[in-house]
């Protein structure tokens, strides 16, 4: 598994398989009194997922850019640009860092790289999750 894999499997897969414990709430008997809280130890609820974006960032050093550059590469770079994107090729956020100013044909094309990655990396992701999901129903 590469390190940008790694690196960006584990927020979404701890968030997939973070269980929320299901909390009922019953009004007391009168508007005075507190309201009685139960919390259940058994039942919990998952997040879903499925629509957490992804974030893919670009480095440009020189007139090349970089998906997910290591320290050493982002220590020449002239910007960095992080794009989230949702499963189905929706920007949801571009953030730009670094002074260096960047074409509209560069953002362009650095979106178009960003969503190809996206993609393989959503399908990538999720096959882990379904894979370590299936693994811990076994047990």
Known sequence: MTYLLKKLMFPKAALSNTGIPKVNVAAGASGDEQPEVDVSDE????FDTSRVPVIVTLTKVGRHY???????EESQMCLAVSISINRQGRICGLTKR???GLDPS???????VAKTVSEQLINTLDSHIAAAEA???ES
């Open 98 to 100: 670094g002074g260096a």
């Open 66 to 72: 970089i998906v997910d550059a290591t320290s050493e």
């Open 106 to 112: 560069f953002i362009l094309d650095m979106i178009s």
């Open 43 to 46: 039942e919990f609820l998952q």
């Open 135 to 137: 693994g811990g129903e």
